[in-house]
C-alpha cells in the first residue's frame, strides 16, 4: 500500500478551538500527511471562533461545554448519526483517536464493528488530573479504564519511551510506537531573545528572569510553582518571574507569586521572542506525555528545571541542559534554580547544550514514524 491509498478518519476532542501542543501536534500531522497524498478527514467538536484554522477537511461533532469551571473546553456525547453517516461515506482504511472521552470509545467501537484498522495516539495524561483537585483516589480507576481505551486499539502511539513504560506497567497489551515531537527552529532560537521587550516588561538586563510556559490551569503544577518562587525570595536569590500564557487560573496565580510579570498569551514570532527571553524555564508540571514547552526552551538556548516526569527524563539530560527535580520537592527545586541563577557560566553552557540537542527534533521525519506505522499496521491485518 502507498500513502496516496491511505484514507484516514482522526478523531479529536479539540482539534483547534483551544490551543495546546496536543492540537498543535495533529495539525502539523495532518498537513505532513496530505503532503504525502493521504486523504485525512478530521471528525471534532468546533466553535464559532477557534483558537487558530484547522488543517484539513474538519467535520463538526456536536457537543457541550466541559462542566466544572472548564467551559472553554467542549466534550461530545458520543458519535451520533449525522456522524456515523459521514464517516460511512469517507470509508476510512485507518481510524485515527486522540483522545480518550466518549467520542474516542465510539470510534475505536465504529472501527472494530466495521474491520478497520485503528489508531491511539496519548497526549496527555489524564490519569494525573485529580491530585490537582483534591480526588487523587480516581487515580487507580482511571488508569484501569485507560489501560482499556488503548488495549481496544490495534497499535498505540506514544510521545517518548517514558511514557511507552509506563502504559507497559499499567498492563496495556498493544504494541506501542514512539511519535516524538518536532520543533519550529525558526520560530525557537537564541537569536529571537529580546531584551527591550524584557524592559517593557520591567524586567532589567541583568535579571534573571525564570519562566513559566503554557496554560494557566492547576494541574500544570502552578502550586509548586508558586511555593518554589516564595523559597526563592526567602532565600535571596535575585530574580524575576515571567508567565507566558494565560487560563482560568490566572487570577489565582497572580494573587500566589506577587510581583510577576504576566506577558499574557503569546504566539507565532511573538512566542519565540518571549521563550527566548527567559533565562530559565521552571515546569514543575507531571501532566505532560512529552513537554513541547521544554522542547521549546532548549531550542531557543534557555536551560530547563523540570519535574522528574514523562516527558522531561526524555528530554532533559541532567547536569547537561538542565535539572531534573523529584516531583513536588521544593526545596530541591530552589536549589536547582538558585545554582543557575548564581552561575552565569553554567547557565550559558547548559543553554548551549539544550539548543545543539533540540536540533535533532524535526517535524517531518517525526511525523513520518505516523505514516510509518499507518501502513504496518494496515499490513498486519492483510
Known amino acids: 500500500m502507498q500513502p496516496s491509498?491511505?484514507?484516514?478518519?482522526?478523531?479529536?476532542?479539540n482539534y483547534n478551538y483551544v490551543r495546546d501542543g496536543a492540537n498543535q501536534a495533529l495539525n502539523l500531522l495532518v498537513g505532513y500527511l496530505m503532503a504525502q497524498g493521504v486523504t485525512v478527514r478530521v471528525y471534532s467538536p468546533t466553535v464559532a471562533r477557534p483558537a487558530f484554522p484547522a488543517t484539513g477537511d474538519l467535520v463538526d461533532v456536536p457537543?457541550?461545554?466541559?462542566?466544572?469551571?472548564?467551559?472553554?473546553?467542549?466534550?461530545?456525547?458520543?458519535?451520533?448519526e449525522s456522524i456515523r453517516r459521514d464517516l460511512a461515506a469517507f470509508a476510512p482504511n485507518i481510524v485515527h483517536v486522540s483522545a480518550p472521552e466518549l467520542l474516542g470509545h465510539r470510534a475505536l467501537s465504529w472501527a472494530r464493528r466495521h474491520g478497520v484498522p485503528a489508531i491511539a495516539s496519548l497526549h496527555t495524561r489524564f490519569e494525573t488530573y485529580p491530585r490537582y483537585y483534591g480526588l487523587s483516589v480516581l487515580e487507580r480507576p482511571i488508569e484501569r479504564l485507560l489501560t482499556r481505551f488503548y488495549d481496544r486499539s490495534d497499535a498505540v502511539l506514544v510521545p517518548g519511551?517514558?511514557?511507552?513504560?509506563?502504559?507497559?506497567?499499567?498492563?496495556v497489551r498493544a504494541p506501542i510506537s514512539i511519535w516524538s515531537r518536532g520543533v519550529d527552529h525558526d520560530r525557537f532560537n537564541p537569536d529571537r531573545r529580546d531584551l527591550a521587550w524584557r524592559r517593557e516588561l520591567g524586567i532589567a538586563d541583568d535579571a534573571v528572569a525564570i519562566g513559566f510556559l503554557g496554560r494557566l490551569v492547576k494541574e500544570k503544577g502552578l502550586d509548586v510553582f508558586a511555593e518554589v518562587a516564595h523559597a526563592l525570595t526567602a532565600r535571596g536569590v535575585p530574580h524575576e518571574v515571567l508567565?507566558?500564557?494565560d487560563g482560568p487560573a490566572r487570577a489565582w496565580f497572580a494573587t500566589q507569586v506577587p510581583g510577576a510579570r504576566f506577558a499574557g498569551?503569546?504566539?507565532g514570532e511573538a512566542l519565540g521572542r518571549a521563550v527566548a527571553s527567559m533565562d530559565v524555564l521552571f515546569n514543575p508540571s507531571v501532566t505532560e506525555?512529552?513537554?513541547?514547552?521544554t522542547l521549546e526552551a532548549m531550542a531557543a538556548g534557555v536551560p530547563v528545571v523540570a519535574a522528574r516526569a514523562t516527558g522531561a527524563i526524555d528530554l532533559v539530560e541532567e547536569g547537561r541542559t538542565g535539572f531534573l527535580v523529584p516531583p513536588r520537592d521544593a526545596t530541591a527545586?530552589?536549589?536547582?534554580?538558585?545554582?543557575?541563577v548564581t552561575k552565569p557560566g553554567l547557565r550559558h553552557a547548559l543553554g548551549d547544550a539544550g539548543h545543539a540537542k533540540a536540533a535533532g527534533y524535526r517535524w517531518d521525519r517525526i511525523n513520518s514514524?505516523?505514516?510509518?506505522?499507518?501502513?504496518?499496521t494496515i499490513a498486519a491485518r492483510g
Not at 491509498?5 to 476532542?13: E, I, N, P, Q, T
Open 243 to 245: 508567565v507566558i500564557g
Open 369 to 376: 514514524a505516523v505514516l510509518d506505522t499507518y501502513l504496518s
Open 333 to 340: 527545586y530552589a536549589d536547582a534554580i538558585a545554582r543557575i
Open 5 to 13: 491509498d491511505l484514507r484516514v478518519a482522526l478523531f479529536s476532542g
Open 161 to 171: 519511551q517514558s511514557m511507552a513504560a509506563i502504559l507497559r506497567r499499567w498492563g
Open 63 to 80: 457537543a457541550i461545554a466541559l462542566p466544572g469551571g472548564r467551559g472553554e473546553y467542549r466534550m461530545a456525547w458520543g458519535m451520533p
Open 289 to 293: 506525555t512529552f513537554g513541547n514547552v
Open 265 to 267: 498569551f503569546q504566539r
